[in-house]
């Protein structure tokens, strides 16, 4: 990405926090700064079903996080008097400096920021790493641009890697694979950045530990396993151009409906509202400036065209039904996750709408069970235990393709202090990876008959 366009669109990121992390017990702050350039977060406690959206089109900016009936929203030390006005009381329960960007972010392989978190230069330079120094496991795959490289106005290719122990044919662009496919896709929100992390960490494991350890070689020798770590390139720019203190940029980069959204939203479209299936419907926004802004059209953006473009290419079109009970049929093959943070949870479709249940409930609802059991998470669908959130990646691979589909949301259940966007960057091997990595060996190991394996 240019420099120079990379400062400009900093300068109008909601810039809330940086390396802060949710308080295990809910208090008041004492002296909490006044000053404009002062984050807060607040609890917020909801009564109804409902409340979640009431907030979200209100344009706050509602965290994927849930305590019970307790919700939180990050605003300014004015976002508690808007809050009463909608008829909500919150507590503020920490306050944060507004982070200030950098003059320039470097990119260069290696490169990280916050203690350790790595820059999509690092990202994308390890992936060909993987490939240099194992051709025989690893192949890197450019599948399209980011809306900044579209642009003309500097951006990325977008970058997947197919690891798998390579007989002819395997890591090809066909939907009818010889081995079934297990997908793990990360940082589609920028700002969640273990998620990332826990991408580069699930790669290494596979290339370093095949034929030293007997369940990673079984898996090898019999799955693709298909990685995106960055899923939205230039967000992750803008949340790196804070350097030690992040900005909390959740969209992408199109600041084509909205290019200076001030303190009160940032620009770019979700990402993860974006997508077409039941695009517009709840936990989205029209209004540019919303976190969960769901862009102009149904997969208008070129992350998102261009990643659903892969997956046709990866995955046959299984479900072929059109209805919201219509299921994938029991044989069908491969598994897709997304990750996000930090809500510490498990959720499948759909997540439009948690009133409606898909035709594969009862499997897609067990095998997030079996993951929720070995993280320590809830599962559920998204509006049974955090909040209906339409126009998401998992609901449109599981819609369109049948595709075996979930959200891993990674945090915090045990109290470790590892809360938030940007945990100390040492939570990343001390807490996080020993919790996910047995949940991707459980589901890439089902990924060759997810519906009919969900024990």
């Given at each position: 990405m240019s420099r120079k366009r990379l400062a400009g669109l900093a300068v109008g990121v909601t810039v809330m926090a940086a390396a802060a992390m949710l308080p295990q017990a809910t208090t008041a702050l004492a002296g909490a700064s006044q000053s404009r350039d002062a984050a807060v977060l607040y609890e917020v406690p909801t009564h109804h079903k409902q409340d979640?959206?009431?907030?979200?089109?209100?344009?706050?900016?509602?965290?994927?996080?849930?305590?019970?009936?307790?919700?939180?929203?990050?605003?300014?030390?004015?976002?508690g008097d808007g809050l009463r006005r909608l008829g909500f009381s919150s507590t503020a329960v920490r306050t944060m400096p507004r982070p200030v960007p950098e003059k320039s972010v470097k990119d260069d392989a290696g490169d990280t920021y916050d203690g350790g978190y790595r820059t999509v230069g690092a990202h994308y330079a390890h992936l060909d790493q993987l490939a240099a120094q194992h051709p025989d496991l690893a192949t890197v795959v450019t599948y399209g641009k980011s809306w900044l490289k579209q642009a003309g106005s500097g951006g990325h290719d977008l970058k997947a890697v197919c690891i798998t122990k390579m007989k002819p044919g395997d890591c090809s662009l066909s939907p009818n694979p010889a081995k079934p496919r297990f997908f793990l896709m990360s940082q589609i929100h920028a700002r969640e950045l273990t998620t990332g992390e826990m991408s580069w960490r699930w790669t290494d494991e596979l290339t370093g530990q095949y034929g030293k350890d007997p369940d990673i070689t079984k898996l090898m020798d019999t799955t693709e396993m298909w990685v995106v770590p960055i899923a939205n390139p230039d967000g992750v720019d803008i949340v790196a151009s804070g350097g030690d203190n992040p900005l909390w940029q959740r969209k992408n980069a199109d600041d084509s409906h909205g290019a200076s959204c001030g303190w009160t939203g940032q620009i770019g479209v979700d990402l993860n509202r974006n997508a077409g299936?039941?695009?517009?419907?709840?936990?989205?926004?029209?209004?540019?400036?919303?976190?969960?802004?769901?862009?102009p059209a149904a997969d208008s953006e070129p992350e998102n065209s261009a990643l659903e473009g892969l997956f046709r290419q990866l995955y046959p079109a299984v479900?072929?039904?059109?209805?919201?009970?219509?299921?994938?049929?029991?044989?069908?093959?491969?598994?897709?996750?997304?990750?996000?943070?930090?809500?510490?949870?498990?959720?499948?479709?759909?997540?439009?709408?948690?009133?409606?249940?898909?035709?594969?409930?009862?499997?897609?609802?067990?095998?997030?069970?079996?993951?929720?059991?070995?993280?320590?998470?809830?599962?559920?669908?998204?509006?049974?235990?955090?909040?209906?959130?339409?126009?998401?990646?998992?609901?449109?691979?599981?819609?369109?393709?049948?595709?075996?589909?979930?959200?891993?949301?990674?945090?915090?259940?045990?109290?470790?202090?590892?809360?938030?966007?940007?945990?100390?960057?040492?939570?990343?091997?001390?807490?996080?990876?020993?919790?996910?990595?047995?949940?991707?060996?459980?589901?890439?190991?089902?990924?060759?008959?997810?519906?009919?394996?969900?024990?």
């Open positions: 979640a959206q009431t907030l979200i089109a209100a344009g706050y900016d509602l965290l994927e996080r849930r305590r019970g009936d307790h919700l939180f929203v990050l605003g300014d030390p004015a976002t299936s039941h695009w517009g419907g709840l936990g989205t926004s029209t209004q540019p400036c919303n976190e969960v802004y769901l862009g479900r072929t039904g059109t209805g919201d009970s219509d299921p994938a049929p029991a044989d069908a093959r491969g598994m897709m996750i997304s990750l996000h943070s930090d809500a510490s949870m498990v959720l499948f479709p759909w997540e439009s709408d948690h009133r409606v249940h898909s035709g594969n409930d009862a499997a897609l609802r067990a095998l997030a069970g079996r993951m929720g059991s070995i993280t320590g998470y809830q599962s559920g669908q998204a509006g049974e235990i955090l909040y209906d959130a339409s126009g998401g990646t998992d609901d449109w691979t599981y819609d369109k393709l049948g595709l075996a589909s979930f959200t891993i949301e990674i945090g915090d259940s045990d109290g470790r202090g590892c809360d938030g966007f940007t945990p100390a960057y040492s939570c990343q091997d001390s807490y996080f990876w020993p919790k996910i990595k047995p949940a991707l060996m459980y589901a890439a190991q089902h990924a060759a008959a997810p519906y009919r394996s969900a024990d």
